[in-house]
């Protein structure tokens, strides 16, 4: 067999190893469909209308029982019709695999029970991420059979009348090669680009013993450079590419006018512009080329000159949004005054308090200028709210801390006032106790279930995994679990929510790659949005009710698109289970 052959084998087979088993009888029984920690909390969710009153969890292997007990009271959901009984096997610690049962033989998934139980999802999740590259080919050796051709080199880009300037007018051919797509469509956003880039850059930072010999099978795997920090350098260096050099600000996206079909990216020919500069984009850039300079300040020797260079480009975009300091991005007006018309996403705010408080904390911490901590107190708000494209102020915070627990910056700030916010916001969703109905933080209103709503489920995750390492109160590692439970199974629909994963996951993304590849399968290690109550896309959708708001067809791009955003926080998450297993006492 061929080098790149086996390759390929190896990812077919990794993906292969990593479902837990057939389809469920009826989804009757819900839990998370990869697996349990041996010590860990164990929480299966039946529907009512099994009609059982006890539950065994039997060996998958022989059908012996190893564990029995009686279900939880019944509980109407707040956000369906469902009525639900909670069947709690955490007594059970041990090792292998099993299925929960009812009587009349109702049985869940298989699953695990054991270590290392959401390691193949953080590399599965992190590889996600070079499937979304653009201007590269993905080869067979790396992406098995989602292998493409390369798709939008980026190398002539037009300065779009929006964005035009002395030095670059309309028209101006530029390059902005590299980078990730978006979510389902093929074009490029600085704002999400963001918080996704702080979010892994903030899970190397929180946990890199995990990461410094993790490897997915990355073209830059083997290097002297951890696989998650090569993977968000792809994306990075085109981030350099979105500052005009000629006064430091950023340019919000690098887009189509529309959207492309459901083509492959080498058939996709549209001619692409770099679009109006904006203070959320520019402070967003801030403050991630800051937190970049930090982490990559180690890698020195492989990657020369980088970490200054991320620091420069920092320090100059910082100097234009102190002249702009509230540029919105406002598609739709600046439609009415420039062409081509541009329709793709938005993703534009009109407060900026956040990227201004995330900015000037990751300036503090990376340079020490006691400058920054004016402006970090000018723009700090309280309370904080859990993270999202549009407020990235608990970035700061969760940076803050971070840094005050392992770098010394309590010298630079006093912590307090930052930790007892971030405990205040851990302890509420935790009182709100989330829906009751699945034993999950997730859902704390009917609010949760919205556009992405997985990845409310999968940042609710991260404040709590913060609040977990600031406090060492396990209540919120616990918390933080149910959401990943929520996410692998343990929720309404009875989908794990990850493409490739678990025993029922989604096949019909809105995906243009997974849709025009003629694979039947779709590119694994993508977050899907999940319910969405609104239902935006104008889809058919089965059941009523908030939590059941999805629907695993193309079409529902409300509910079933992928985006880079979703991701970061489910692979932070994950990660968290996996480093802090033995920290927790989940593995003895």
Same mark, same amino acid.
């Given at each position: 067999?061929?080098?790149?052959?086996?390759?390929?084998?190896?990812?077919?087979?990794?993906?292969?190893?990593?479902?837990?088993?057939?389809?469920?009888?009826?989804?009757?029984?819900?839990?998370?469909?990869?697996?349990?920690?041996?010590?860990?909390?164990?929480?299966?969710?039946?529907?009512?209308?099994?009609?059982?009153?006890?539950?065994?969890?039997?060996?998958?292997?022989?059908?012996?029982?190893?564990?029995?007990?009686?279900?939880?009271?019944?509980?109407?959901?707040?956000?369906?019709?469902?009525?639900?009984?909670?069947?709690?096997?955490?007594?059970?610690?041990?090792?292998?695999?099993?299925?929960?049962?009812?009587?009349?033989?109702?049985?869940?998934?298989?699953?695990?029970?054991?270590?290392?139980?959401?390691?193949?999802?953080?590399?599965?999740?992190?590889?996600?991420?070079?499937?979304?590259?653009?201007?590269?080919?993905?080869?067979?050796?790396?992406?098995?059979?989602?292998?493409?051709?390369?798709?939008?080199?980026?190398?002539?880009?037009?300065?779009?009348?929006?964005?035009?300037?002395?030095?670059?007018?309309?028209?101006?051919?530029?390059?902005?090669?590299?980078?990730?797509?978006?979510?389902?469509?093929?074009?490029?956003?600085?704002?999400?680009?963001?918080?996704?880039?702080?979010?892994?850059?903030?899970?190397?930072?929180?946990?890199?013993?995990?990461?410094?010999?993790?490897?997915?099978?990355?073209?830059?795997?083997?290097?002297?450079?951890?696989?998650?920090?090569?993977?968000?350098?792809?994306?990075?260096?085109?981030?350099?590419?979105?500052?005009?050099?000629?006064?430091?600000?950023?340019?919000?996206?690098?887009?189509?006018?529309?959207?492309?079909?459901?083509?492959?990216?080498?058939?996709?020919?549209?001619?692409?512009?770099?679009?109006?500069?904006?203070?959320?984009?520019?402070?967003?850039?801030?403050?991630?080329?800051?937190?970049?300079?930090?982490?990559?300040?180690?890698?020195?020797?492989?990657?020369?000159?980088?970490?200054?260079?991320?620091?420069?480009?920092?320090?100059?975009?910082?100097?234009?949004?102190?002249?702009?300091?509230?540029?919105?991005?406002?598609?739709?007006?600046?439609?009415?005054?420039?062409?081509?018309?541009?329709?793709?996403?938005?993703?534009?705010?009109?407060?900026?308090?956040?990227?201004?408080?995330?900015?000037?904390?990751?300036?503090?911490?990376?340079?020490?200028?006691?400058?920054?901590?004016?402006?970090?107190?000018?723009?700090?708000?309280?309370?904080?709210?859990?993270?999202?494209?549009?407020?990235?102020?608990?970035?700061?915070?969760?940076?803050?801390?971070?840094?005050?627990?392992?770098?010394?910056?309590?010298?630079?700030?006093?912590?307090?006032?930052?930790?007892?916010?971030?405990?205040?916001?851990?302890?509420?969703?935790?009182?709100?106790?989330?829906?009751?109905?699945?034993?999950?933080?997730?859902?704390?209103?009917? /609010?949760?279930?919205?556009?992405? =709503? !997985?990845?409310? &489920?999968? @940042?609710?995750?991260?404040? $709590? *995994?913060?609040?977990?390492?600031?406090?060492?109160?396990?209540?919120?590692?616990?918390?933080?679990?149910?959401?990943?439970?929520?996410?692998?199974?343990?929720?309404?629909?009875?989908?794990?929510?990850?493409?490739?994963?678990?025993?029922?996951?989604?096949?019909?993304?809105?995906?243009?790659?997974?849709?025009?590849?003629?694979?039947?399968?779709?590119?694994?290690?993508?977050?899907?949005?999940?319910?969405?109550?609104?239902?935006?896309?104008?889809?058919?959708?089965?059941?009523?009710?908030?939590?059941?708001?999805?629907?695993? /067809?193309?079409?529902?791009?409300? =509910? !079933?698109?992928? &985006?880079? @955003?979703?991701?970061?926080? $489910? *692979?932070?998450?994950?990660?968290?289970?996996?480093?802090?297993?033995?920290?927790?006492?989940?593995?003895?």
């Amino acid at each position: 067999m061929s080098r790149i052959l086996l390759a390929a084998y190896s990812i077919l087979l990794l993906f292969a190893t990593i479902s837990c088993g057939g389809q469920d009888n009826g989804g009757q029984v819900l839990l998370n469909q990869l697996g349990f920690y041996s010590y860990a909390p164990k929480i299966a969710i039946v529907k009512e209308r099994s009609g059982s009153e006890i539950f065994w969890v039997v060996n998958n292997g022989n059908g012996d029982t190893v564990f029995s007990g009686k279900l939880g009271p019944a509980i109407q959901s707040a956000y369906s019709s469902m009525v639900t009984r909670k069947a709690d096997f955490s007594g059970l610690t041990q090792s292998g695999q099993f299925r929960v049962v009812l009587k009349g033989g109702a049985s869940s998934p298989a699953f695990r029970i054991g270590s290392g139980i959401a390691n193949d999802l953080v590399k599965v999740s992190m590889k996600g991420y070079y499937y979304q590259r653009s201007d590269i080919p993905l080869l067979p050796e790396h992406a098995g059979k989602w292998a493409r051709p390369l798709g939008h080199p980026d190398d002539k880009v037009l300065i779009h009348a929006s964005a035009a300037s002395a030095q670059r007018p309309e028209g101006t051919i530029v390059a902005s090669r590299g980078g990730w797509y978006d979510a389902g469509d093929y074009n490029k956003y600085v704002v999400n680009s963001g918080i996704t880039m702080g979010t892994l850059l903030s899970a190397y930072e929180d946990f890199p013993a995990y990461f410094d010999s993790l490897q997915w099978n990355i073209p830059e795997s083997g290097n002297k450079v951890p696989d998650i920090l090569d993977e968000v350098i792809y994306n990075l260096r085109w981030l350099f590419t979105m500052q005009d050099p000629n006064d430091g600000g950023v340019y919000h996206k690098c887009t189509n006018p529309k959207f492309d079909g459901m083509i492959m990216p080498d058939k996709a020919k549209e001619t692409r512009y770099l679009v109006q500069k904006g203070t959320g984009a520019t402070l967003d850039f801030v403050a991630v080329m800051a937190q970049a300079s930090r982490v990559l300040k180690k890698f020195d020797h492989a990657l020369p000159g980088l970490s200054d260079s991320c620091l420069k480009a920092a320090l100059y975009a910082w100097q234009w949004a102190e002249q702009h300091p509230a540029v919105e991005y406002d598609q739709e007006k600046n439609n009415k005054s420039f062409k081509p018309e541009v329709v793709t996403g938005r993703y534009g705010d009109t407060n900026f308090s956040g990227e201004w408080f995330w900015a000037s904390s990751e300036l503090l911490i990376t340079t020490g200028n006691q400058a920054y901590l004016d402006v970090l107190m000018k723009w700090r708000r309280a309370p904080i709210l859990v993270p999202c494209w549009y407020d990235v102020a608990p970035m700061g915070y969760f940076s803050l801390l971070r840094n005050a627990r392992t770098q010394g910056a309590r010298q630079l700030v006093d912590a307090k006032p930052f930790s007892d916010e971030l405990l205040k916001l851990a302890d509420l969703l935790i009182a709100n106790g989330g829906n009751k109905a699945f034993g999950t933080i997730m859902g704390q209103s009917a /609010e949760d279930f919205v556009w992405g =709503s !997985n990845s409310v &489920a999968a @940042n609710q995750g991260l404040v $709590l *995994v913060n609040a977990y390492l600031y406090s060492g109160n396990p209540k919120y590692l616990d918390a933080a679990l149910s959401n990943l439970d929520y996410l692998t199974g343990r929720n309404a629909t009875g989908y794990c929510f990850i493409t490739g994963m678990g025993s029922r996951p989604p096949v019909n993304a809105h995906h243009r790659p997974s849709v025009a590849d003629n694979n039947p399968l779709p590119v694994p290690g993508l977050l899907v949005g999940g319910p969405n109550k609104y239902k935006q896309d104008g889809c058919k959708y089965p059941h009523e009710g908030a939590e059941l708001a999805y629907l695993d /067809e193309v079409c529902s791009y409300a =509910s !079933n698109e992928i &985006a880079i @955003n979703w991701n970061a926080p $489910l *692979v932070y998450v994950a990660v968290a289970m996996e480093a802090l297993q033995y920290r927790a006492g989940w593995i003895r």
